[in-house]
C-alpha cells in the first residue's frame, strides 16, 4: 500500500501531474486558513469565498510560478490571497456592512469597566477587538491577522508581505499599540457613540 | 500604574526599554527573559496589558478556528481542476504514471462537450430564425450573474463577452449559483452556435467559459478568444 503523501510539495507535484485528489487533499488542507485571512482582511465572507476559490484557481491554471526554494506553499497561497484581498479592498467592493452588526452591535449597556483589556474573553470584547483588527489599516491590519489570528512565523509573515522581518516585527509592534488604542477609545466614547456603525478602514 | 490608563505610543523609551520593546513580539509569546520587567514598571504595565490583547486575539483566532469555505467552492475548484488536467495532457509530458481511464474520461468530458455544442445547430441561420420557446426561455437575462446576461443580440453572432445559453438547456433561476469552468473546445464547436470557422481552423483549440447550474449540467458558454 502506498502511503499518502504529506508534504504540501509532494501533492503539488502529484496535483500538477493531474492527481484529482492530491488537490483535493491540498486544498483541504490550506483553504480555511486562506478562507479566514480573507475573512479576517475584508469583513466579508462573499469576498473571503471569492478570493479563497481564485487563489486556488491560480494553483490549478500555474499562473503564478511557485518556486519551494523560496519559502513554503502556505506562504504563498497566502501571498496570492493578500494581493487578491488588496485588490477587492482597493475596488471598495467589500465596503459593505460588518456582518457583526445587527442585534449584536448594540453595545453593551451594564459592566463597563475601566480596562478594556479586562473583559477581553467575554462575547463583548472579543467583538470589539474583531472590529478593532478590521479598522486597523490595511499594513498593519495584515501583519496582525497573519501573526496573531493564523500564528504565522515571521520569516512567512515577511515573504507574504515581501518585507524584511525587522518590518514584520516593527508593524506587529506598532499594529498592537494601535489595537490597544483602538479598544480602550472605544470604551471610553461607547456611551455618547451608541448610534455609530464601525467602519472599515480601505487604507 | 492604575488598571485602564493608557500610554502613549508614541512615547520614547530610554535605550534599555528601546531595546526591549524591540524584541516584543517574541517576548508576547515567550515571555520576558531579559528582567527588564522586573526594573521598569512602565514597561511591565505595558507589557500585561499587551499579554492581555495577545490573549484576546488568541481567543479571536479560537472563536473564528472552524470558520473554512463553503463546500460549494470546492465543488467548482474540482470541476475547474478535471476541465485543466484534461487540457494539459496534451502538452505536458508526464511525468508520474496517471491511470489511462483517468485522461480517457477528460478526453471523453471533452468530447462531449464539443458534441453537445455542435449537436442539431446549423450555422446562422437557426439564431436569424424564431427561436423555440425552450430557447426563449433560457435567452432572458440574469442581472443577478455577474453583471452578464444570458442573451443573445438581435442578429446573432454574438458579441464576444455575452454567454450564449445552450439549445435545450433548464433555465437559470434567480439567484440560482452557478458555477463557471473555463474548457478548451475545438474551435469547430462553434459552428453550433452560429459562429463562421474556416476549415483550415476548425481543429485549434479555442477556449471557452462553461456556466455549469447546480445540477452540474452546461446551461451557457461563452468563447473566450474567437
Redesign the interface.
Known amino acids: 500500500m502506498t502511503p499518502e503523501p504529506e508534504t504540501d510539495d509532494e501533492l503539488l ?3 500538477r ?4 485528489q492530491a ?2 487533499t491540498l ?2 488542507r490550506r ?2 486558513a ?3 485571512f480573507a ?2 482582511m475584508s469583513g466579508s465572507a462573499a469576498v ?2 471569492d478570493v ?2 481564485e487563489v ?2 491560480a494553483l ?2 500555474e499562473e503564478c510560478g511557485f518556486d519551494p526554494e523560496r519559502g513554503t506553499l502556505s506562504g504563498y497561497l497566502f501571498g496570492i490571497a493578500r494581493k487578491l484581498v488588496l485588490r477587492q479592498l482597493e475596488r471598495g467592493r467589500s465596503d459593505v456592512p460588518l456582518e457583526a452588526e445587527g442585534e449584536d452591535s448594540a453595545w453593551p449597556e451594564l459592566a463597563v ?6 473583559d ?2 467575554h462575547r463583548e ?2 467583538e470589539a ?2 472590529r478593532a ?1 478590521l479598522a486597523l489599516p490595511r499594513r498593519y491590519r495584515e501583519v ?1 491577522v497573519l ?5 504565522a512565523d ?1 520569516a512567512d509573515a515577511a515573504l507574504v508581505l515581501d518585507c524584511p522581518i525587522g518590518t514584520v ?1 516593527s508593524r ?3 499594529a ?6 483602538k ?2 477609545q472605544e470604551r471610553k466614547f461607547r456611551p455618547s457613540l451608541g448610534a455609530w456603525k464601525p467602519v472599515r478602514c480601505l487604507t | 500604574m ?3 490608563q ?2 502613549d ?1 508614541s512615547k520614547v523609551f530610554d535605550m534599555n526599554c528601546q531595546e526591549f ?5 517574541e517576548l ?1 509569546r515567550h515571555g520576558d527573559r531579559s528582567g527588564h520587567l522586573r526594573e521598569c514598571a512602565a514597561c511591565a504595565a505595558l507589557w500585561e ?2 499579554r ?10 479560537q ?3 472552524h ?4 463546500a460549494r ?2 465543488g ?3 470541476a ?3 476541465g ?2 484534461g487540457l ?2 496534451r502538452s505536458r509530458p ?3 504514471w ?1 491511470p489511462v481511464v ?2 480517457a474520461a ?1 478526453a471523453a468530458a471533452l468530447v462531449a462537450l464539443a458534441m453537445f455544442l455542435v449537436s442539431e445547430r446549423q450555422p446562422q441561420a437557426p439564431r436569424r430564425a424564431a427561436p423555440r420557446a425552450t430557447e426563449l426561455a433560457v435567452a432572458q437575462p440574469l442581472p443577478d450573474f455577474a453583471g452578464n446576461q444570458f442573451g443573445v443580440s438581435g442578429d446573432s453572432p454574438y458579441n464576444s463577452d455575452e454567454f450564449i445559453p445552450l439549445p435545450n438547456a433548464a433555465r437559470i433561476a434567480p439567484n440560482e449559483d452557478v458555477n463557471l469552468v473555463r474548457v478548451e473546445v475545438p474551435r469547430s464547436a462553434m459552428i453550433g452556435l452560429g459562429f463562421e470557422v474556416s476549415a483550415e481552423r476548425a481543429s485549434e483549440p479555442v477556449q471557452a467559459e462553461v456556466v455549469l447550474g447546480t445540477d452540474g449540467l452546461a446551461r451557457a458558454v461563452r468563447f473566450l478568444d474567437e
Open positions: 507535484m502529484l496535483m501531474n493531474g492527481d484529482e488537490f483535493v486544498y483541504r483553504q480555511a486562506i478562507y479566514r475573512m479576517h473571503a469565498e479563497t476559490q486556488f484557481l490549478i491554471r469597566h475601566d480596562d478594556p483589556l479586562a477581553l474573553t470584547g472579543i477587538l474583531r483588527v496582525v501573526c496573531d489570528l493564523e500564528e515571521y516585527r506587529l509592534h506598532r498592537r499599540a494601535l489595537l490597544l488604542e479598544l480602550h | 492604575e488598571a485602564g493608557v500610554f505610543v520593546w524591540n524584541t516584543m513580539p508576547a496589558r499587551q492581555a490583547l495577545t490573549a484576546g486575539l488568541r481567543t479571536v483566532a472563536e473564528w478556528g470558520l473554512q469555505a463553503p467552492v470546492e467548482r475548484l474540482t475547474a481542476f478535471r485543466h488536467a494539459g495532457a508526464a511525468r508520474l496517471v483517468a485522461w477528460a
